[in-house]
Nanobody, 117 residues
Framework: QVQLVESGGGLVQPGGSLRLSCAGS????????MGWYRQAPGKQREWVAG???????DYSDSVKGRFTISRDNAKNTVYLQMNSLKPEDTAVYYC???????????WGQGTQVTVSS
């Protein structure tokens, strides 16, 4: 059974930073990709960032240069460091794990990120 639990969301002012964490349980993490999607109110879920088991990372154009994804395979954990946050980054952020970095097989429950003054 694979479970993912996110943490680290919250309210932050524009220009601020947050760090999301996603801890997983199960046996697939060492060989699977991990990453993050987000969903803003009234919008479709969009891919944000992914990282392979070999730590090759990729980002959507909307967050490139501001967000950094990393992973700790020993802890089955993926992180998303978000800097220079903008109001348009407000969304529920979902972590995932899957065989390819844009192919989710399992999802976390989501964590709310709100960027507002």
């Amino acid at each position: 059974q694979v479970q993912l639990v996110e943490s680290g969301g919250g309210l932050v002012q524009p220009g601020g930073s947050l760090r999301l964490s996603c801890a997983g349980s199960g046996s697939i993490f060492s060989t699977y990709a991990m990453g993050w999607y987000r969903q803003a109110p009234g919008k479709q879920r969009e891919w944000v960032a992914g990282i392979t088991s070999g730590r090759i990372a990729d980002y959507s154009d909307s967050v490139k240069g501001r967000f950094t994804i990393s992973r700790d395979n020993a802890k089955n954990t993926v992180y998303l460091q978000m800097n220079s946050l903008k109001p348009e980054d407000t969304a529920v952020y979902y972590c995932y794990v899957g065989p390819l970095y844009r192919t989710p097989s399992y999802w976390g429950q989501g964590t709310q990120v709100t960027v507002s003054s």
